[in-house]
């Protein structure tokens, strides 16, 4: 199984500043024939189900903010905030869909500082 | 506007069964693929399940294997999951996820509200 880990487990930032968020799976998500990362990105806000933000490691789900973006190939994936919003506090899971079964990173929780 | 209910969930005693249900709308049900997707309480969101649009391909974890069954009814627009032999680790709150594509292989862009499964005497 891909095992996928994520960093730093929660973190807070001033409204305004960036926010940065890691992810590393134990191997590559890289499709050589179509040469796409399977990795996303979602959101879960208290008391709410899971949001799509980002697919294909940096494609943004429709109707996302742009301050959300997406980077990184192979084993190393970045989510990155631009300008932390009071609306983004919540927990942010990453997950690979290269190989079944589909994990999820343990997930990391932003707050305002 | 996709609509994903998740129905069946509650309370039942280790070694029992219950099987979830989640009615789709607003999309063609049978071009996406579909997946489970559990959280227990407090705790990170876990993979369970997915089944291809046509429903010819499943894809479990490794957990559930032998004991739990997706399945779907593209006539009704309806997902499922039979849960047998439960165990107490399987409590959780179970979701229900279009995919974003007919692929197993594909990001779930649309969630449900979740049903709430508890396993215990």
């Known amino acids: 199984d891909i095992v996928v880990t994520q960093s730093p487990d929660s973190l807070a930032v001033s409204l305004g500043e960036r926010a940065t968020i890691n992810c590393k799976s134990s191997q590559s998500v890289l499709y050589s024939s179509d040469n796409k990362n399977y990795f996303a990105w979602y959101q879960q806000k208290p008391g709410q189900s899971p949001k799509l933000l980002i697919y294909w490691a940096s494609t943004r789900e429709s109707g996302v903010p742009d301050r959300f973006s997406g980077s990184g190939s192979g084993t190393d994936f970045t989510l990155t905030i631009s300008s932390l919003q009071a609306e983004d506090v919540a927990v942010y899971y990453c997950?690979?869909?290269?190989?079944?079964?589909?994990?999820f990173g343990p997930g990391t929780k932003v707050d305002i500082k | 506007e996709v609509q994903l209910v998740e129905s069946g969930g509650g309370l039942v005693q280790p070694g029992g069964s219950l099987r979830l249900s989640c009615a789709a709308s607003?999309?063609?049900?049978?071009?996406?693929?579909m997946s489970w997707v559990r959280q227990a309480p407090g705790k990170g969101l876990e993979w369970v399940s997915v089944i291809r649009g046509s429903g010819d391909y499943t894809y479990y974890t490794n957990s559930v294997k032998g004991r739990f069954t997706i399945s779907r009814d593209n006539s009704k627009s309806t997902l499922y999951l039979q849960m047998n032999t439960l165990r107490a680790e399987d409590t959780a709150v179970y979701y229900c996820?279009?995919?974003?594509?007919?692929?197993?292989?594909?990001?779930?862009?649309?969630w449900g509200q979740g049903t709430l499964v508890t396993v215990s005497s």
């Open positions: 607003g999309f063609t049900f049978s071009s996406h693929a």
């Open positions: 997950q690979q869909y290269y190989s079944t079964p589909f994990t």
């Open positions: 996820a279009k995919n974003n594509d007919n692929s197993s292989y594909s990001a779930s862009d649309s």
